[in-house]
């Protein structure tokens, strides 16, 4: 270390960890993506203000050389930590469970982007294509980097508007996650022949055939040794949380590179590791929140605001280019997964919500489009593009979707909406004996008895299952197991509360002390998802949970719900989703 | 990011964090330090052992140039948190508190061991010395590092021998603190004019004023400042630990860029931050936690295993100068800290604890000597020298001091060793009605009027007092708060279990179950210590707390003491603390 380049890294790495954080919590408040405000300061910081204007300045601060070096190991680290927490996020066992229907949607949902992007490939001039110019491969990546979803992004805004584990949310996630692995694979693959400029059938097809190896040993024999290993490092009381975490960043920085020797790019093998290692049951929730909270507030805004330090983004602004990507891209994964979810069986409203989900990209892209610069795959115009389409679509997801699913005409029939009256017509139980999520569920379901009669077997069984396909616990104290039953006419409600709490296994990581047991006729994903909403909208602020956990009658849980319900009815629940990576 | 830089980069952190965290935790199984194992990774990987047998896949693994630039970027980085974390050990409170008898032993164990660093610099032979051949500064140096105390080594002894929280435990902290700070505050004035290899006056008075006032800027008004953010950000509940994490990231870059800046080095600045913003009380446990988890697992492995990638640490093995700088290390903390102890009052076995405590060096003089040896201020034999001192040192803490304070023949006195009589003699409460500390603590001093009487209040005042000085949660439920009460012939002890526990301020977090009232007689610091750990000892093990935690009756309660303190009677308590850092 020596002390002049080492100064010179400390005080980029103090300025732009700075700046980013501080810009992206204004972005946040002014409910912009928190990447934006780290891209701009890069934009602020880079070739597009700051060397503007003061170009000594700017120098001075971002000298090249060795402190360049030393920045850009640490934004190596995070960019392949990025990607592990993105492949945290991948649930294999849902992808598997819900895998038939989503399936369908996947596939659309790559193929009509990869078409969008074929055409986009084929149609541009030569001077948009970056320095290898070659029209097959941009056309290719293109149509890749169209395909891309941003689970995380997509995950917010769900969880944001009550849907996330409604059986819309959980086709969009599942659907976002296949997306995910197919996109960055093929992504990956075509880095490798990329940065020769030229594409080398025999190098590409090694490439699919170690990549697809790959990740084929780790998602199924290193996904049960992992799962091994951790329960082995969990057992050991003292300090498992931290080997666990040594361990996490070992595999990750292994597979990295692995993928990177191989010839496709580091991330890809962080991502693989993230899928592999998030799936395992014994990574506890605790050390995901560690590592997320590290990235995202660590690492991430460095890496985010380094980009735009050697891009020029008002030179290489090119207003009609940004518009085609937008439309196109927007276009094609509407067409791709709308389509593909109406052919599923949904309502042309949902089917449309599913389209504008998955049409968000986020970080994820950003991501992309980084690397494909770097590979010189892209020039910087086609990059600003990517970058404003990311930026663009994930804005548009949250609203679209609130607009779709919560249209003000389906509101007209209040009985639906009113969580107070579906509580009153259905069971109250003021203190749950439970300590299980399933016992739980039975003793709401058999307090039903009354309402539904020998609906009541049928109902817990098909409750039970859907519990098992994806926990409903919606964090906030809140769980809503739920199911459709077959005979019902209406929906039906039990309400159950519980000091102690009950475990639904809520993304807080909380149990659940307010359980609404919800019981809906079938085929009904409209009502579903008005029903749950309107459940969940009822707890939705503290205050409201706090009244009704005092609730010691039916009439105390219903006049709290009421009172909480009329000061509530007329707003919709704002995304916060947008705010986030 | 070129894709081969990126491989090497990748590849050797993978390799340096993987290797490094198998043999740490090997080390650790075996009863050595976790840095033992962490600096054999770089003995193992670099020119003592891979270079010799196999040159070529050493060069391959770990190639000069961009790669290493990049590592050195992680390096950096690391060591800069790692200070962090150490300053985040100071408490100015306990300092300020307590300053009085601890600046008299502070102020011995600094002036000791520089007497004996000074002594050592000027009897070496000059082929010891660095390269820059000045007697003096490695004389000073010498001094300074002879001076250092490991805190994190005292803290955990002090914890794993139950004396944490008494007044001799308290003692050593302090005294540890003001140590470190002004051992950090010299080292970083010594390294400005060491660069040049001369000392010059004016470099040297420039650099202790802008040194000292960073110091006194950081810790009075910054500590208030960051104290205030501090407070603001939490009032946000949204996200308010990632703010934090970033605003502490971006404080410690900038507070090291500006140390490194006035030419003393990055690491004061991250550990006067870590001071700075460790006093602050709305710095949350689960905080702290996720940076102390992050930086031991992720980022110290990766530090210390590069540090011998770069020294033979065979061929600059010098059995004579290791022996001589660890007797001398040694006589000069014992004498100046035992001294010091001594003359406060305390008996000459406590003193000799108190002097074996803050003679483990630990980590932070490794820290030391690594700055060092690249400032060329020492050769690779004295660097060498240290890191064995260091770790000799901090091996010896913990039998000493257990030798010295559980000596066998005082264990005769059995009474004094028995939990269980203390309580029979005492009262018990198995439901506690209070829900704070100090309601805790009258509730239980109430109960003992029948045993002493008109001495309640006094010792009430006493106990509260001594509560605010520094909360006796000892975390895994207990708490422990005692005092002297002048007028007291024998120990007097009211045990109080609470279902829903009391926040005793425990460093696990954890509100406390078992909850010892402890009255001393005066001027008792053998039997305090020995009752302490008696009562300490008695809850061991879980099986004992939850066997305690359901008597509902003193009779209960005596009888699960009993039958417990039957079982580990003769068992000293396994120091674990060698184990970490």
Same mark, same amino acid.
């Given at each position: 270390?020596?002390?002049?380049?080492?100064?010179?890294?400390?005080?980029?790495?103090?300025?732009?960890?700075?700046?980013?954080?501080?810009?992206?919590?204004?972005?946040?408040?002014?409910?912009?993506?928190?990447?934006?405000?780290?891209?701009?300061?890069?934009?602020?910081?880079?070739?597009?203000?700051?060397?503007?204007?003061?170009?000594?300045?700017?120098?001075?601060?971002?000298?090249?050389?060795?402190?360049?070096?030393?920045?850009?190991?640490?934004?190596?680290?995070?960019?392949?930590?990025?990607?592990?927490?993105?492949?945290?996020?991948?649930?294999?066992?849902?992808?598997?469970?819900?895998?038939?229907?989503?399936?369908?949607?996947?596939?659309?949902? #790559?193929?009509?982007?990869?078409?969008?992007?074929?055409?986009?490939?084929?149609?541009?001039?030569?001077?948009?294509?970056?320095?290898?110019?070659?029209?097959?491969?941009?056309?290719?990546?293109?149509?890749?980097?169209?395909?891309?979803?941003?689970?995380?992004?997509?995950?917010?805004?769900?969880?944001?508007?009550?849907?996330?584990?409604?059986?819309?949310?959980?086709?969009?996630?599942?659907?976002?996650?296949?997306? @995910?692995?197919?996109?960055?694979?093929?992504?990956?693959?075509?880095?490798?022949?990329?940065?020769?400029?030229?594409?080398?059938?025999?190098?590409?097809?090694?490439?699919?055939?170690?990549?697809?190896?790959?990740?084929?040993?780790?998602?199924?024999?290193?996904?049960?040794?992992?799962?091994?290993?951790?329960?082995?490092?969990?057992?050991?009381?003292?300090?498992?949380?931290?080997?666990?975490?040594?361990?996490?960043?070992?595999?990750?920085?292994?597979?990295?590179? $692995?993928?990177?020797?191989?010839?496709?790019?580091?991330?890809?093998?962080?991502?693989?590791?993230?899928?592999?290692?998030?799936?395992?049951?014994?990574?506890?929730?605790?050390?995901?929140?560690?590592?997320?909270?590290?990235?995202?507030?660590?690492?991430?805004?460095? $890496?985010?605001?380094?980009?735009?330090?050697?891009?020029?983004?008002?030179?290489?602004?090119?207003?009609?280019?940004?518009?085609?990507?937008?439309?196109? *891209?927007?276009?094609?994964?509407?067409?791709?997964?709308?389509?593909?979810?109406?052919?599923?069986?949904?309502?042309?409203?949902?089917?449309?919500?599913?389209?504008?989900?998955?049409?968000?990209?986020?970080?994820?892209? #950003?991501?992309?489009?980084?690397?494909?610069?770097?590979?010189?795959?892209? &020039?910087?115009?086609?990059?600003?593009?990517?970058?404003?389409?990311?930026?663009?679509?994930?804005?548009? *997801?949250?609203?679209?979707?609130?607009?779709?699913?919560?249209?003000?005409?389906?509101?007209?029939?209040?009985?639906? @909406?009113?969580?107070?009256?579906?509580?009153? @017509?259905? *069971?109250?139980?003021?203190?749950?004996?439970?300590?299980?999520?399933?016992?739980?569920?039975?003793?709401?379901?058999?307090?039903?008895?009354?309402?539904?009669?020998?609906?009541?077997?049928?109902?817990?069984?098909?409750?039970?299952?859907?519990?098992?396909?994806?926990?409903?616990?919606?964090?906030?104290?809140?769980?809503?197991?739920?199911?459709?039953?077959?005979?019902?006419?209406?929906?039906?409600?039990?309400?159950?509360?519980?000091?102690?709490?009950?475990? $639904?296994?809520?993304? &807080?990581?909380?149990?659940?002390? #307010?359980?609404?047991?919800?019981?809906?006729?079938?085929?009904?994903?409209?009502?579903?998802?008005?029903?749950? *909403?309107?459940?969940?909208?009822?707890?939705?602020?503290?205050?409201?949970?706090?009244?009704?956990?005092?609730?010691?009658?039916?009439?105390?849980?219903?006049?709290?719900?009421?009172?909480?319900?009329?000061?509530?009815?007329?707003?919709?629940?704002?995304?916060?989703?947008?705010?986030?990576?």
């Amino acid at each position: 270390m020596h002390g002049h380049d080492a100064l010179s890294f400390l005080l980029a790495l103090a300025t732009l960890l700075g700046v980013a954080r501080l810009l992206g919590e204004l972005a946040r408040a002014v409910g912009l993506p928190l990447v934006v405000g780290e891209l701009l300061t890069g934009i602020l910081l880079g070739p597009t203000v700051l060397k503007r204007l003061f170009p000594a300045a700017q120098t001075w601060l971002f000298p090249t050389g060795t402190a360049a070096d030393m920045l850009s190991g640490y934004t190596t680290f995070s960019v392949v930590l990025l990607l592990v927490v993105a492949g945290l996020e991948i649930d294999l066992g849902v992808v598997r469970r819900r895998g038939r229907s989503a399936l369908t949607v996947a596939a659309l949902g #790559i193929a009509m982007p990869l078409v969008g992007g074929l055409v986009l490939g084929f149609a541009v001039p030569d001077s948009v294509l970056g320095a290898t110019q070659n029209r097959t491969l941009f056309a290719l990546f293109m149509g890749v980097a169209l395909s891309i979803s941003a689970l995380p992004v997509i995950a917010k805004t769900l969880l944001d508007l009550g849907l996330f584990k409604t059986d819309v949310g959980l086709l969009v996630m599942t659907v976002a996650m296949l997306d @995910d692995l197919v996109g960055w694979m093929a992504f990956s693959i075509l880095l490798g022949p990329m940065r020769g400029g030229r594409v080398e059938v025999a190098i590409l097809v090694r490439t699919i055939v170690l990549a697809a190896t790959f990740a084929l040993v780790c998602l199924f024999p290193g996904r049960r040794l992992v799962d091994w290993v951790l329960g082995a490092l969990e057992r050991s009381p003292d300090h498992a949380p931290g080997r666990i975490l040594s361990f996490v960043a070992v595999l990750a920085m292994l597979g990295a590179s $692995f993928t990177q020797a191989i010839g496709i790019h580091a991330v890809l093998g962080g991502f693989i590791v993230g899928a592999m290692v998030g799936d395992s049951k014994r990574l506890r929730e605790r050390t995901r929140l560690t590592i997320h909270q590290f990235v995202t507030n660590i690492f991430a805004p460095v $890496f985010f605001a380094s980009v735009a330090l050697r891009v020029d983004f008002v030179k290489s602004f090119d207003l009609v280019l940004c518009v085609v990507v937008f439309v196109v *891209a927007t276009l094609a994964k509407l067409v791709g997964c709308a389509g593909g979810a109406r052919l599923t069986g949904l309502g042309w409203r949902e089917s449309l919500a599913v389209g504008f989900g998955l049409n968000a990209r986020g970080a994820m892209e #950003i991501i992309l489009a980084i690397l494909a610069r770097e590979a010189k795959l892209i &020039d910087d115009r086609v990059f600003v593009a990517l970058v404003t389409m990311a930026v663009g679509t994930s804005l548009l *997801a949250g609203p679209m979707m609130k607009r779709l699913l919560y249209a003000p005409k389906l509101d007209s029939n209040a009985m639906l @909406d009113d969580a107070a009256r579906l509580v009153n @017509d259905g *069971a109250f139980i003021p203190s749950l004996k439970a300590t299980t999520s399933a016992h739980a569920i039975e003793e709401l379901g058999r307090a039903l008895t009354e309402t539904i009669g020998e609906l009541v077997e049928p109902a817990l069984i098909s409750v039970l299952e859907r519990e098992l396909d994806a926990p409903t616990g919606l964090g906030d104290d809140v769980a809503i197991p739920h199911a459709a039953v077959e005979g019902l006419a209406r929906p039906v409600v039990a309400l159950g509360l519980s000091r102690a709490g009950v475990d $639904f296994d809520a993304p &807080d990581g909380r149990p659940a002390r #307010i359980v609404f047991l919800l019981l809906l006729p079938p085929k009904a994903y409209e009502n579903e998802i008005r029903v749950l *909403a309107a459940l969940a909208r009822s707890v939705f602020d503290a205050a409201a949970r706090e009244s009704l956990l005092r609730a010691q009658t039916l009439e105390d849980a219903v006049h709290s719900l009421e009172e909480h319900g009329r000061r509530i009815r007329d707003r919709v629940p704002r995304t916060r989703s947008l705010a986030d990576l």
